[in-house]
């Protein structure tokens, strides 16, 4: 079956400007999450939701990363007036149970 | 808090050979769950192996097994009989009790060798 998928794959936007990032979970996972992996780095936390419950949105780095999920699928990520700080590789994954966590290619985004 | 450590940021192993990458884990939560995940130079993240921290027998998926040691509070990944296809970066993650977001170390890179 398909997995998870992002788009678009690779975004260049300058600084200040607004980017949206979009996630396909896996159909019936009930679970979503979005990364971020810097250069060279481990990933990191941003966001988290779980059927219709509040998003546990305690990584977001900042009041301009916000993140919806519409009808329990699809999934937006966006970015307000971005900074070259925000340049990384932005990790969507989903999952059924507590065991694991299928990982989309990811959106590399870069800040110019 | 919740902590990932990998000391290791690099290995190298001879094809066909046995390699263990290190991962130590830091928490104060009773029920928890470790992972490993591969990432080629391709970007994406390949889910190995999980371990729970009530499981009493270690983990094994085909070459890869889970040498857990709950006392000294360890994971690490064994994978035997090395392939070139194992070339990649290979990170260690635990999930606590109460939330299902990874905590991710900081990752070992494996070369294998022909």
């Known amino acids: 079956g398909a997995g998870v998928s992002q788009s678009p794959s690779n975004k260049v936007t300058e600084k200040g400007k607004d980017v949206e990032l979009r996630c396909d979970p896996i159909?019936?996972?009930?679970?979503l999450y979005w990364y971020r992996q810097s250069l060279g780095q481990g990933l990191e936390f941003l966001i988290y939701?779980?059927?219709?419950?509040?998003?546990?949105k305690s990584g977001l780095p900042s009041d301009r990363f916000s993140a919806e999920r519409t009808g329990g699928s699809v999934s937006t990520l966006t970015i307000q007036r971005t900074q070259q700080e925000d340049s990384a590789v932005y990790l969507c994954a989903s999952s059924l149970s507590v065991f694991e966590q299928y990982f989309g290619p990811g959106t590399r985004l870069t800040v110019t | 808090a919740q902590k990932i450590t990998q000391t290791q940021p690099g290995m190298f192993v001879q094809e066909k050979e046995a390699v263990t990458l290190d991962c130590t884990y830091d928490t104060s939560d009773p029920s928890y769950g470790l992972f490993w995940y591969k990432q080629p130079s391709s970007g994406e993240m390949i889910f190995l192996i999980y371990q729970g921290s009530y499981d009493q027998q270690n983990a094994t998926e085909g070459r890869y097994s889970l040498n857990f040691q709950k006392a000294r509070k360890s994971a690490n990944l064994v994978i035997s009989a090395s392939q070139l296809g194992d070339s990649a970066m290979y990170f260690c993650?635990?999930?606590?009790?109460?939330?299902?977001?990874?905590?991710f170390g900081a990752g070992t890179r494996l070369a294998v060798h022909p």
């Open positions: 159909s019936g996972h009930t679970a």
């Open positions: 993650a635990m999930r606590g009790s109460g939330y299902n977001k990874l905590i």
């Open positions: 939701f779980q059927g219709n419950s509040a998003p546990d």
